[in-house]
């Protein structure tokens, strides 16, 4: 049996295509540090659960395909409290974030058409845009430069009439950049100029570190019609397995075109919607707390890679990745390697694979992306591990050539 | 701003876009009986619950991609109970059936190919094909033949080079058609012949009346490599709300290809596949019980249609829905009129549109769909109330003329 091109072009999750290895590593009794994936260890909010457990309904039934009223209202408080002024008839509930971005590609592209993403992106934009026949045009960014942007007349040179819009993560997964307000600027007068839309994807809003100010695609009054805000509850409150999120547009018109698209798949679970609302109570000071964990093992994690020979990587200011160049042949192979061959006392660590967040072919080969999403005491273990591990790799190259 | 083409041709689901009459009826304070959507009246399991209560862990965590092991074993002993044999690594659990749908349309089919779908069919065929881009080709059946398929030779005109598939519902909604063995083989050679693929939609595989005997396409051993079970809870355990589904398949090859686009959206609630999980333990009983109800609902509808003048209606064999073709002008706009300018007592009824399960232009104008998810007593009340008003509606037409 033949299979479709857009599905046979799709490569396999960068962050979970190397789970064979950890399970056969774990079935040998090694202890891995899960770094590879942004599962958080922090605790959901309890009300989640509580609110869920409150149902009382005797018939599980299809929820509105918009999303709950409830569920709505709360999210529109909260980016008014933001400064973004989202109504409840501006949002629609998705299956996470996901769901969002498919439904942003799809409302905006055409089989062929092109986003513009600054590389390196998360990975399973590649997998949305290739399953709608969406072709992601990179801009490409450098470990060097913090991975901000490059000059405007270097992103205008890659707009074609095909484009159709710039996806932008803010604060970036797996940079952790946050755009600065002119960086953004300049965005927004290429989409007015070039008539495209801005699909902003703020899942880490929360997560900004040093004190930087941040500012939302959400803030700029000029663009307000063709910003498409993807976001979700998974990091911000922890519940990446309850699989809400919302797509948020001032545009009705473009929000009528989602609500079809919505429609088709029915609605959103309707438990999950209703431990959601629950979450979006949380008080401030969860959200605090959560920040200035991860602004301390962000220091933990990026205090130790610099002190690694040949290891470059861009301080993160936000959300809870690192993208590191690593002095090896191929990091992917590495970390193969630290699952099969590798261990200190029993114990390794695992990474996703560069290659896959970039859509330029080469490029991330000698990169992983490492996420900070275990306390200070298991950071300093894996890394730690990283080093010795990093010393004794066979493919190990000099910095100089790594550089 | 601008859509793309694919958004801009989706039709709003012909289920739902009449709520916004229905919602300013209710307002006026008329009781409405919703025979319009598919949600049944029936309680979900208690088990359901009972287990999303009993789960305790701090983190909201990720699932796997492909879904919890716990419930892809509880689906595959539900399947060989059924003499389908779909172990574990054949099945990947989905946000309901329709992205088991979505997915299969994505790994089949490149924008423009072709499937093959008898109408009229579940209107969301129409959306999960278009946003992606697949072309439905309707093979036409008829109220007069009970919806049974037509004649190989002409199913076999339809086929070009690109066609990847046949969909087929069985039973069928919105007809309640059950296929007999002999169509079965019919679409089985033309798939083996012609290299297609079966996607057999058996969400209502449990509601078949009348003591029939069912096939499913997973009994068919000359195409397991080419069958692609859709399935869902929703139905079967009255659980609407979970949006637990899965896509089966003894194709690993297949399977592999459909991993890459659930890797795409991470995973399914977490908390969904534990309760779903329990419901496939929910005992035998329930299900025959709900049957029985079903198949008295059924004659309960059927009886009243029959004895209404220029109605006509195949006696539905499965499902909880029945088309019926009105002796009216416009069927979509005499449901507009009995939610704004009718009621019997402060009493009317919902029902869908008929056009909207019919990919060829014109058809089912005359149609629509009731779904017989209310008890006998309101049924019973429903046709009545649809009876005086056929007799009051300004756009009747002849009987005659209506056949």
Chains 1, 2 share one sequence.
């Not at 707009?159 to 953004?184: D, F, Q, S, W």
């Not at 590191?324 to 006392?345: C, G, H, R, T, Y």
Request: glycine share 8%.
């Amino acid at each position: 049996m033949k299979f479709s091109e857009r599905v046979r072009a799709l490569q396999s999750s960068p962050v979970r295509r190397l789970l064979p290895y950890a399970e056969e590593a774990r079935a040998k009794g090694k202890k891995i540090y899960p770094l590879n994936i942004g599962q958080p260890d922090i605790k959901t909010p309890p009300s989640f659960l509580e609110a869920i457990r409150g149902f009382s309904q005797e018939v599980i039934a299809y929820a509105t395909s918009q999303g709950n009223n409830d569920l709505r209202d709360a999210m529109s408080a909260y980016y008014k409290n933001f400064d973004i002024p989202l109504e409840r008839e501006d949002l629609i509930v998705t299956n996470g974030g996901s769901e969002a971005l498919m439904f942003a590609f799809m409302a905006m592209c055409d089989p062929g058409d092109e986003v513009l993403i600054p590389e390196p992106f998360y990975a399973n934009y590649n997998a949305f845009s290739g399953a709608v026949n969406v072709k992601v045009q990179p801009i490409t960014t450098k470990a060097e430069e913090g991975f901000h942007l490059p000059p405007r007349e270097e992103i205008e040179s890659l707009i074609t009439p095909k484009t159709k819009g710039i996806l932008v993560a803010n604060p970036g997964n797996p940079t952790g950049t946050i755009y600065t307000r002119e960086e953004m600027d300049m965005l927004a007068a290429l989409a007015l100029k070039h008539d495209l839309y801005i699909v902003a994807d703020e899942v880490y809003r929360e997560f900004v570190y040093d004190g930087l100010k941040y500012t939302s695609f959400g803030h700029l009054p000029d663009i307000a019609d063709r910003v498409i805000i993807v976001d979700s509850v998974s990091k911000r409150y922890s519940a990446c397995g309850a699989r809400i999120g919302c797509i948020g547009c001032r545009n009705r018109d473009f929000m009528a075109q989602v609500l079809k698209l919505a429609q088709g798949r029915l609605c959103v679970p309707t438990l999950e919607q209703v431990g959601a609302t629950a979450l979006y109570s949380t008080p401030k000071s969860y959200l605090e707390e959560v920040n200035k964990e991860y602004q301390s093992r962000r220091n933990t994690l990026y205090k130790a890679l610099q002190e690694m020979p040949g290891v470059i990587c861009a301080e993160p200011k936000g959300a809870f990745y690192v993208m590191v160049k690593l002095p090896v042949d191929d990091a992917e192979k590495f970390i193969i390697w630290m699952l099969q061959n590798f261990d200190v006392n029993g114990e390794t660590l695992m990474a996703a694979g560069g290659e896959g967040f970039y859509a330029t072919p080469g490029l991330g080969k000698q990169e992983f992306r490492l996420a900070y999403v275990l306390k200070n005491e298991d950071l300093l273990k894996a890394m730690n591990i990283l080093k010795v591990g990093l010393e004794a790799y066979p493919g190990r190259i000099e910095p100089a050539v790594a550089r």
